[in-house]
């Protein structure tokens, strides 16, 4: 099985090459990327930027020039304060970009044109330890999440978290027919009070370590999982 690990943000990303010094990193139009020998499995990681529309071109571009089985985002998100706690590992099943509005048209046709089901049938979930992340929705913006739309996601949506890349990387993958896993780790939450990384950049980064370091100790079982079925 050939795997590409799509890393979005900057920060993210930082935190890979702390983990892997060795690696030996190589240049593309869009962003860094090199391979890595994690076990029996050869990955591809790629840098694929932050925002929709850096994280739709990248993921693009490694489906034409890497031809995966698999595409795996591993990254961050930020959660609804009182709804999911810093920490949580999420493994995602469906997107949905909220910030698009249609003043011509429907919003909510448009919303729902970008949203993304993503089809997990193929994952071995028998091998994995379900108490180590939580299945749900994403939604996705290209911005931080902003206090006034927490009741409106929550009362529409039912969300618990957000990011700005994972829709536009689940409706490409889909477009293109190729197996995708979102996985995304909860930094910091975001209530009534305001966010407690907003003004504190250090306790994002600090929290993003933490967060990569987890996905990256849990990918080898996410791997097997993904392969005991065809």
């Known amino acids: 099985m050939k795997a590409a690990i799509l890393i979005?943000?900057?920060?993210?990303?930082?935190v890979v090459k702390e983990l892997y010094p060795a690696l030996n990193i190589q240049s593309s139009p869009y962003g860094e990327f090199a391979s890595l020998d994690l076990g029996r499995q050869q990955l591809t990681l790629f840098h694929g930027g932050w925002g929709k529309?850096?994280?739709?071109?990248?993921?693009?571009?490694?489906?034409?020039?890497?031809?995966?089985?698999?595409?795996?985002?591993?990254?961050?998100?930020?959660?609804?304060?009182?709804?999911?706690?810093?920490?949580?590992?999420?493994?995602?099943?469906?997107?949905?970009?909220?910030?698009?509005?249609?003043?011509?048209?429907?919003?909510?046709?448009?919303?729902e044109h970008y949203a993304t089901d993503i089809d997990l049938s193929w994952l071995d979930a028998g091998r994995l330890n379900e108490k180590d992340f939580l299945r749900g929705l994403l939604v996705s913006a290209d911005r931080d999440i902003v206090i006034e739309d927490i009741p409106m996601l929550i009362e529409k949506y039912q969300a618990v978290a957000a990011d700005w890349e994972s829709?536009?990387?689940?409706?490409?993958?889909?477009?293109?027919?190729?197996?995708?896993?979102?996985?995304?780790?909860?930094?910091?939450?975001?209530?009534?009070?305001?966010?407690?990384?907003?003004?504190?950049?250090?306790?994002?980064?600090?929290r993003t370590?933490?967060?990569?370091?987890?996905?990256?100790?849990?990918?080898?079982?996410?791997?097997?999982?993904?392969?005991?079925?065809?």
């Open 8 to 14: 979005s943000a900057n920060a993210e990303w930082r």
């Open 167 to 206: 829709g536009a990387i689940a409706w490409v993958a889909r477009r293109n027919q190729v197996r995708t896993l979102i996985l995304r780790g909860v930094t910091d939450l975001v209530g009534g009070d305001g966010g407690e990384a907003y003004g504190n950049i250090e306790l994002f980064r600090e």
């Open 53 to 111: 529309i850096s994280a739709a071109a990248t993921a693009q571009y490694v489906i034409d020039h890497f031809e995966p089985d698999l595409l795996i985002n591993l990254g961050t998100c930020g959660g609804f304060a009182g709804r999911i706690e810093t920490g949580t590992i999420m493994l995602v099943e469906r997107t949905l970009v909220y910030d698009i509005i249609e003043q011509m048209g429907d919003s909510a046709e448009a919303i």
């Open 209 to 230: 370590r933490s967060v990569m370091r987890e996905l990256f100790r849990q990918l080898p079982e996410w791997l097997d999982a993904s392969e005991s079925r065809p």
